[in-house]
């Protein structure tokens, strides 16, 4: 079936610069994607949502890219803190309420 | 803030046994979710539940998993015959009107021993 997948499944950024994650999708038709954090032992924390219809979306410090023409979602953090070392997750909505999530890239934040 | 909140945060059963899984979904949410992650996988949907019943599910969650709101708050996820496979921790997850932009709670380790 159609998935959800990360590029690199580790990224590695010096505390105060920017990082991007990088996330392809397969299905042509999906409409909403979720951008996820997930510290350990923790359950996924919402970051951003785009939907299909919109190219790029920001938030405080992460601003979420969507290229339909080659099925790309990335992640911008700006100005990376400890605190955002992280497993994140893209997730693409399948379905009516179905969310398909990718394997994770897990960011690490270098003093 | 409002969250979802799960009981308990760990549970240890022995393959066979039965296990519940609580969950109090935010309070003004009406769609109700259950997903489950193994040990360093990818969180997987499990089933999606909507005006009392469930509106969607996966593969996965076959007739030994059932899920129940039997209350205007709590939200169940029900193992009738725990296998080892079913080691992994289980999140709850709700969401409002517009059914996107999920919560999650912490999560359920569940362990089958």
């Known amino acids: 079936g159609e998935s959800v997948g990360l590029h690199l499944p580790t990224l590695s950024v010096q505390e105060g610069d920017n990082s991007i994650i990088n996330c392809a999708y397969s299905n042509s038709a999906s409409d909403y994607f979720i951008w996820y954090k997930q510290e350990s032992g923790k359950g996924p924390q919402f970051i951003i949502d785009i939907r299909s219809n919109m190219d790029k979306r920001q938030g405080q410090r992460v601003t979420v890219l969507l290229n339909k023409t080659v099925k790309h979602l990335s992640l911008q953090i700006a100005a990376t803190q400890p605190g955002d070392s992280a497993v994140y997750f893209c997730?693409?909505?399948?379905?009516?309420?179905?969310?398909?999530f990718g394997q994770g890239t897990r960011l690490t934040i270098n003093p | 803030e409002p969250e979802v909140t799960q009981t308990p945060s760990h549970q240890v059963t022995q393959m066979g046994q039965e296990v519940i899984l609580r969950c109090v979904p935010i309070s003004n949410h009406l769609y109700f979710y259950w997903y489950r992650q193994i040990l360093g996988q990818k969180v997987e949907f499990l089933v999606s539940f909507y005006n009392n019943e469930i509106s969607e599910k996966s593969e996965i969650f076959d007739d030994q998993f059932s899920v129940e709101r039997p209350d205007g708050s709590n939200f169940t996820l029900k193992i009738r015959s725990t296998k080892l496979e079913d080691s992994a921790m289980y999140f709850c997850a709700s969401s409002g009107l517009t059914n996107e932009k999920l919560f999650f709670g912490s999560g359920t380790q569940l362990s089958v021993l």
């Open positions: 997730a693409e909505r399948q379905g009516a309420q179905k969310l398909v």
